[in-house]
C-alpha cells in the first residue's frame, strides 16, 4: 500500500512535476508558495513508493458562501491504483477543513484514470479555474521555421515596431512590477475583465517564482522622443521545458504602434535561446465564435503560430449538499465576470 504524506523537498517535488506529463507550474513548490503567501493552507500531498510517485498540491479556498480544496493543474499520478489512496486522504483533510467539495484540476489524465474518479463518485464539471484551452509553440522548430509560421501581418508588425524604436526591456525586479500592475488596472478597465480580489495578488505571485529565478518581467517602451513610456508588459512564468506567458498588459496611449507584437516576440526568442522547449501562450478561446470573450487576444497569440490544446475538464468530490448551492452561484459568478 502507498503512503500519501506531505512534502518538503523542493528540489524533489519540481523535478517529478516537470518531467510528469500534464505537469505545469500550477503543481509546482512555488505555487504552493504563492499560496501561502496570500495566507491560504496549502498541502503539498505525495506518494512515495521507493521513490516519489504522484503528487497533489492542494489548496484551501475561503468564500463567502463556504469553503472548498482546489488542486491547480493536478493530482499527477503514475497510475490509477494510487487514486482511491488519494481520495481517502483528502477527504479525510476536507472534512477536518469543513469543505463543501474538492476540486481537481488535471491537464492531463489515462482513460483509466478517469474511470477511476468517476468510480469513486466524483463529477466532472465544465466551471474551469485555469483556461480550458491553450495554444502551444513548439521551440525545438529552428527561428527560420518559427518567423515562417508567424502570420504575414504579425511579421510586419514586429519589424515595423522594432523598426519605429520600441525597446523591449526584461526585468526581475520586483519594484518595476509597480508598472505592470497599474497597466493592467488600467488594461482591465478599458476591456471590462475583472482582477482577482486578493491584496497584493499579482505582486506575490511575481515573488514566489522570482525568487527561485524562474519568473520575468517584459516591459514595451515607447521610442524616447515620443516619451519613452511603457505601452506593454508581461509577466512569464519558467517552469521544466515551458515558457508560460502568465499576465499581460497594454496601454490605450498609441495603439497603432502595437508594441505587444515586438514584445511577444521578444519573449518567444528569449525562450528558444534559454533552451525551453514550448511556449504556452496561456489561454485561448474554446470556441470559435467572434462573441467568445477570449476571441481578440485568441487571434492575437494565433498569428504567432503553435497548436490549440484544451484540457480535461475539471472533476468535483462532493462532500455535502452545500456544494450544489456552491455550483450555482459559481456559475452566476461566471456569466457574471470575465476573469483574467
Not at 499560496?35 to 479556498?61: H, M, P, T
Not at 515596431?161 to 505592470?180: D, M, P, T, Y
Not at 470559435?288 to 484540457?311: L, M, Q, R
Request: net charge positive; hydrophobic share 35%; glycine share 6%.
Amino acid at each position: 500500500m502507498s503512503i500519501w504524506q506531505e512534502a518538503q523537498n523542493r528540489q524533489e517535488w519540481n523535478n517529478f512535476v516537470s518531467q510528469t506529463p500534464g505537469g505545469s507550474f500550477l503543481q509546482s513548490y512555488e505555487f504552493g508558495d504563492f499560496y501561502s503567501s496570500l495566507g491560504k493552507k496549502v498541502w503539498r500531498l505525495a506518494c512515495f513508493d521507493k521513490e516519489l510517485s504522484s503528487v497533489c498540491l492542494l489548496v484551501k479556498q475561503v468564500t463567502k458562501f463556504g469553503n472548498f480544496l482546489y488542486c491547480p493543474g493536478g493530482p499527477l499520478l503514475t497510475d490509477e491504483e494510487k487514486i482511491e489512496e488519494l481520495i481517502t486522504k483528502v477527504t479525510q483533510i476536507a472534512k477536518e477543513e469543513n469543505a463543501n467539495f474538492v476540486r481537481f484540476e488535471p491537464r492531463i489524465m489515462s482513460e483509466n484514470q478517469k474511470e477511476k474518479l468517476l468510480s469513486l463518485g466524483l463529477r466532472r464539471t465544465k466551471n474551469f479555474t485555469q483556461p480550458e484551452c491553450t495554444q502551444i509553440l513548439d521551440l525545438i522548430q529552428s527561428f527560420e521555421v518559427l518567423r515562417t509560421n508567424l502570420s504575414e501581418s504579425t511579421r510586419h508588425n514586429i519589424g515595423w515596431v522594432e523598426r519605429k524604436g520600441v525597446r523591449v526591456v526584461v526585468s526581475e525586479e520586483q519594484e518595476k512590477l509597480e508598472i505592470f500592475e497599474k497597466l493592467l488596472s488600467e488594461t482591465s478597465a478599458r476591456q471590462k475583465f475583472q482582477l482577482h480580489r486578493e491584496t497584493n495578488y499579482y505582486t506575490k505571485q511575481f515573488e514566489s517564482f522570482v525568487k527561485q529565478g524562474m519568473a520575468k518581467l517584459y516591459l514595451a517602451y515607447e521610442p524616447a522622443e515620443e516619451g519613452n513610456q511603457v505601452l506593454a508588459a508581461a509577466v512569464v512564468i519558467n517552469f521544466g521545458k515551458t515558457t508560460t506567458y502568465l499576465h499581460s498588459a497594454s496601454s490605450a496611449k498609441n495603439p497603432k504602434l502595437r508594441a505587444p507584437y515586438l514584445m511577444q516576440w521578444k519573449i518567444i526568442e528569449d525562450a528558444k535561446n534559454s533552451g525551453y522547449e514550448k511556449y504556452d501562450f496561456w489561454g485561448v478561446a474554446a470556441t470559435d465564435k467572434p462573441s467568445d470573450p477570449w476571441s481578440g487576444v485568441t487571434i492575437f497569440k494565433k498569428s504567432f503560430g503553435g497548436e490549440k490544446v484544451c484540457y480535461e475538464p475539471p472533476y468535483d468530490l462532493i462532500l455535502n449538499k452545500r456544494y450544489y448551492i456552491d455550483i450555482l452561484l459559481e456559475k452566476a459568478r461566471l456569466i457574471l465576470r470575465k476573469w483574467r
